[in-house]
């Protein structure tokens, strides 16, 4: 059980845009930055989003991330084929003292 | 250029040892801190250690607290993970991963290392 929530999978059409969902609490999300990273299939995870909304050069703006309290969103605009990917949220958690993930969600363009 | 390269991984008995190391390049590696992340087959990323540029402060998520022993070399560029008492469920490709210099997210990330723990 991942200390922070996303949903298992999500799907949409090339073109499409789609939202992916992470939720934690007052140790981590609300008190801390959030990052997002994109795992291909058989790579290692690559830095999407991090500080809640800011792109790392290199990443389009099609990447964007915003936070509200306990729960922060990855948006995803103008799907492509090669967006598909396992999408990871995580925050540092100041209770734990470590790094907390999300489950990670599978992103398939249909 | 940024790199990280893992190396160390590979077939270990349960109970056994295996100290992984991690070397870097192309950045100033005593001022960056860093940790480790391991990810099992089919599953996800989980946390496992960090350690501060001068080694002054060191976490451990309590999955691999007592078992694991996170350590570097600022001179030789290196960090590496001690790994002791290797139980089935530590299989998994292990990661070495850079934190940013600003605010609380891993910037690089290795190629990773894969561990199987079998018999």
């Known amino acids: 059980q991942s200390v922070l929530t996303q949903p298992p999978s999500v799907s949409a059409a090339p073109g499409q845009k789609v939202t992916i969902f992470c939720s934690g609490s007052?140790?981590?999300?609300?008190?801390?930055?959030l990052s997002w990273y994109q795992q291909l299939p058989a790579t290692a995870p690559k830095l999407l989003i991090y500080d809640n909304n800011k792109r790392p050069s290199g990443i389009p703006d099609r990447f964007s991330g915003s936070k509200s309290g306990t729960s922060a969103t990855l948006d995803i605009t103008g799907l492509q084929t090669g967006d598909e990917a396992d999408y990871y949220c995580?925050?540092?958690?100041?209770?734990?003292?470590?790094?907390?993930f999300g489950g990670g969600t599978k992103l398939t363009v249909l | 250029e940024v790199q990280l390269v893992e190396s160390g991984g590979g077939l270990v008995q349960p109970g056994g040892s295996l100290r992984l190391s991690c070397e870097v390049s192309?950045?100033?590696?005593?001022?960056?801190?860093m940790h480790w992340v391991r990810q099992a087959p089919g599953k996800g990323l989980e946390w496992l250690a960090y350690i501060s540029g001068g080694s002054s402060a060191i976490y451990y998520a309590d999955s691999v607290k007592g078992r694991f022993t996170i350590s570097r070399d600022n001179a030789k560029n290196s960090l590496f993970l001690e790994m002791n008492s290797l139980r089935a469920e530590d299989t998994a490709v292990y990661y070495c991963s850079r934190w940013g210099s600003y605010g609380y997210h891993f910037d690089y990330w290795g190629q990773g290392a894969l561990v199987t723990v079998s018999s």
């Open positions: 007052s140790s981590n999300v609300a008190k801390n930055s």
């Open positions: 192309g950045f100033t590696f005593r001022s960056y801190e």
């Open positions: 995580a925050s540092w958690d100041s209770t734990l003292s470590g790094v907390v």
